[in-house]
């Protein structure tokens, strides 16, 4: 990382690495403790390395997300970042006034009322006693505890907890703001509340958000880092960073090796179509008015079980076909969409199921299903090469424009399968609907009932 890069960077982290001695005995500690002591090289532990060689920096008012599994080292490097831990090597660097929400609860007094928290952490953070009362009100408001505010905090639900710590951390006017999982505790409409705040209020404070919940990803961060065994395998857009870390989940499911760190990475039945592959002259089949689509391929070396070799979009309106080559077309509701998908396979597959996905600009899923979702059962499929036509209704779904997924797994379940290859961006359609839809998607009323009860 280059001076000049991150001489205005609200963040800097540099090659930091968090090494921990674990010992596999209890006494093994008192006997290494010894051996340093007379100068003796045995050594009764061994290393672990949660953090390996990690480096980037943020911009002011930037938005990052770092996803990874369990034990991938996310939450030890947010730690770092805020100072409750110390790296082993590298350095942090910090600009402004830095507020953390990390373990529920994290700072609080259980015997202190939530109004006696606020004020003291606030005091912590730097703010003045005029500030910290002006501010009071809000954080009572954003918090929605009522009377609990003056209540002890040992009282308090998680739900009520998080509610406290989200508010106190948002509301001192922090210029950096860290979340560790925070929000996966609050139920659905303090999340859509925080996640209105983050969007209209925060759009100037530079925000690193650790969480599993993708979906979140793509609604609030403008850049994505991805961990993988302490390393940072993936660094860049969202919707291609969540593409990448499936990628990799799948891929490790199947047995098959870790993802390299980045300036190697490869990634096993990733298919997104490239601009090559979307302007290339297609090949017609004997089906009307479908076109398949030949993918670029894989620049894995590891064997494939399963791979969609084409891939294809035509939508049907007043009995006339139109393919989906890669242009944008406009559907309105009714329309029928069909989707032909040419799997390979080089192993047999008990219980095949096939599905699509709409995502909207920003990555959220829209609507989608799969063959078992819909009751069509497809297998068993021996090795080879196999053919399969999707056909639905374009639904009544808000103006926008939406990008189609399709999937491969193998299961009985239409939620708990094993997926094994998708590809993404086959076809970007713009839904252009007859009349207002609120909210996502029109659900007519089905009834109206109307009784007069009186005359006041």
């Not at 952490?121 to 009522?146: C, W, Y």
């Not at 308090?156 to 922090?174: E, K, N």
Request: proline share 6%; hydrophobic share 40%; with cysteine.
């Amino acid at each position: 990382m280059s001076s000049e890069a991150s001489g205005s960077a609200a963040v800097v982290v540099e090659h930091v690495s968090k090494e921990y001695r674990v010992y596999s005995k209890p006494h093994y500690r008192v006997l290494d403790s010894v051996a340093a002591k007379i100068g003796s090289s045995k050594s009764y532990s061994f290393r672990v390395r949660a953090v390996n060689d990690v480096s980037f920096s943020l911009e002011p008012g930037s938005s990052v997300a770092i996803i990874g599994r369990n034990g991938s080292g996310k939450s030890t490097l947010l730690e770092m970042i805020t100072g409750t831990l110390t790296p082993t090597a590298g350095r942090i660097e910090l600009r402004g006034r830095l507020s953390a929400l990390l373990e529920l609860g994290a700072g609080f007094n259980p015997d202190f009322s939530g109004r006696a928290n606020y004020r003291l952490n606030a005091s912590i953070l730097g703010l003045d006693p005029d500030q910290i009362r002006a501010k009071e009100p809000e954080v009572e408001a954003f918090a929605d505890l009522g009377g609990f505010i003056d209540e002890p905090v040992r009282t308090y639900s998680s739900g009520m907890y998080v509610r406290l710590a989200f508010a106190t951390a948002v509301h001192v006017d922090p210029e950096i703001l860290l979340i560790d999982e925070a929000l996966a505790v609050g139920d659905v409409f303090f999340q859509q509340k925080c996640y209105d705040f983050f969007a209209n209020k925060l759009a100037d404070v530079t925000k690193v958000l650790v969480t599993h919940d993708l979906a979140s990803v793509a609604k609030i961060a403008d850049r994505c880092i991805v961990m993988d065994q302490g390393s940072m395998v993936f660094d860049g857009a969202p919707l291609d960073a969540i593409q990448f870390y499936t990628a990799l989940h799948m891929r490790e499911r199947a047995g098959q090796h870790s993802a390299e760190p980045v300036g190697g990475v490869t990634v096993t039945n990733e298919r997104p179509l490239s601009d090559a592959a979307v302007g290339a002259e297609p090949a017609v089949t004997g089906t009307p008015g479908v076109i398949p689509r030949p993918l670029p391929e894989s620049s894995s070396t590891a064997p494939e079980l399963v791979s969609i070799t084409t891939v294809a979009g035509s939508l049907l309106r007043d009995g006339e076909m139109h393919p989906l080559n890669g242009e944008m077309w406009a559907a309105t509701p009714g329309d029928e969409l069909r989707i032909e998908c040419t799997f390979r396979l080089t192993v047999p597959v008990e219980a095949p199921i096939v599905g699509y996905l709409m995502r909207d600009r920003v990555g959220n899923a829209v609507f989608g299903q799969n063959s078992i979702g819909s009751d069509f059962t497809l297998g068993p499929w021996a090795p080879g090469v196999h053919r399969v036509i999707l056909q639905l209704n374009w639904p009544e779904v808000d103006a926008g424009e939406y990008v189609l997924t399709v999937g491969f797994g193998n299961g009985h379940h239409p939620h708990h399968h094993e997926p094994l290859a998708w590809v993404q961006g086959v076809a970007a359609i713009t839904s252009t609907p007859q009349r207002p839809v609120h909210g996502m998607v029109n659900n007519d009323l089905t009834a109206i009932e109307v009784t007069r009860l009186g005359d006041d």
